[in-house]
T-cell receptor, first 117, second 113 residues
Framework: DTGVSQNPRHKITKRGQNVTFRCDPISEHNRLYWYRQTLGQGPEFLTYFQNEAQLEKSRLLSDRFSAERPKGSFSTLEIQRTEQGDSAMYLC???????????????FGPGTRLTVT | AQSVTQLGSHVSVSEGALVLLRCNYSSSVPPYLFWYVQYPNQGLQLLLKYTSAATLVKGINDFEAEFKKSETSFHLTKPSAHMSDAAEYFCAVIQNTGNQFYFGTGTSLTVIP
């Protein structure tokens, strides 16, 4: 068990470009979450998957954002036509509901820091 | 709607002194509560959680927190601060029927040698 991994760790892009981030959860975890964290703030929920199904999306997830988890393992988060306001840390977390209380214990990756210039 | 409020965005303590980080929640139903720690350029690590069992919860690295329903609080304490405790601390709440964590804005802890 190597924990939740995210790639890339840092991404600098120009406004208007598309970017894609990847998250690899802990292997036996079937729930996967995406959060956004801006400077001086706590993480804000974006969306979550149970296996390959995207079950909930935040109002923060505009039409320019799309997330997938095609085989119920890794997930990608794509941002189209990036804006400067998209600059943030994007965090991924996973959990395993079958453990007693496990659904409430989320394990976080190191995050991908996006800078839009 | 659920939310958490962390009083004090910055807290400084001397090494060896008591650490007290405050968290108050608002929830219409009994929530589950968590404290996470975040070191620079890293993800969040779970310190401890309250899920309606014992109201005094012990976590890693000698941290503990007490759930007080009458005060809607879940303050984090540690008897003796260590230099390695310097980090950002986040309180979070989730309703037992929900899937979203709601995080506070965080408290940055500085430990003075």
């Amino acid at each position: 068990d190597t924990g939740v991994s995210q790639n890339p760790r840092h991404k600098i892009t120009k406004r208007g470009q598309n970017v894609t981030f990847r998250c690899d959860p802990i292997s036996e975890h079937n729930r996967l979450y995406w959060y956004r964290q801006t400077l001086g703030q706590g993480p804000e929920f974006l969306t979550y998957f149970q296996n390959e199904a995207q079950l909930e999306k935040s109002r923060l997830l505009s039409d320019r954002f799309s997330a997938e988890r095609p085989k119920g393992s890794f997930s990608t988060l794509e941002i189209q036509r990036t804006e400067q306001g998209d600059s943030a840390m994007y965090l991924c977390a996973s959990s395993w509901p079958r453990l007693a209380g496990g659904e409430y214990e989320q394990y976080f990756g190191p995050g991908t820091r996006l800078t839009v210039t | 709607a659920q939310s958490v409020t962390q009083l004090g965005s910055h807290v400084s303590v001397s090494e060896g002194a008591l650490v007290l980080l405050r968290c108050n929640y608002s929830s219409s139903v009994p929530p589950y509560l968590f404290w996470y720690v975040q070191y620079p350029n890293q993800g969040l690590q779970l310190l401890l959680k309250y899920t309606s069992a014992a109201t005094l919860v012990k976590g890693i690295n000698d941290f503990e927190a007490e759930f007080k329903k009458s005060e809607t609080s879940f303050h984090l304490t540690k008897p003796s601060a260590h230099m390695s405790d310097a980090a950002e601390y986040f309180c979070a709440v989730i309703q037992n029927t929900g899937n979203q964590f709601y995080f506070g804005t965080g408290t940055s802890l500085t430990v003075i040698p």
